[in-house]
């Protein structure tokens, strides 16, 4: 018997992968995590979007594991940050 995917909000997810939403956002739009469904029709005035939980788990599975690996995709481990400018 299959079993009915579970879907996954946007802040379930990020829960679940330890990160804030801009990060998936930023994740999504470079490909390194997998894009959401839209779950509502497309005349709404909000989008709904959500994951399915086989995709996120899959996504974990593959990030490399040990002491001291990061979760985040390589692509972000090393990126340059600007710093804050503050105020004189």
Request: charged share 30%; net charge positive; hydrophobic share 35%.
């Amino acid at each position: 018997m299959d079993q009915e995917e579970r879907l996954l909000r946007r802040k379930q997810v990020a829960d679940i992968i330890g990160v804030d939403d801009s990060t998936i956002n930023e994740w999504v739009e470079a490909k390194h995590f997998p894009a959401p469904l839209i779950i509502n029709p497309p005349s709404s005035k909000r989008s709904l979007t959500a994951w399915r939980k086989s995709e996120v788990d899959a996504w974990i599975a593959s990030r490399p594991t040990g002491p001291g690996r990061p979760l985040v995709p390589s692509a972000y481990a090393n990126r340059d940050r600007k710093p804050i400018k503050r105020p004189s």
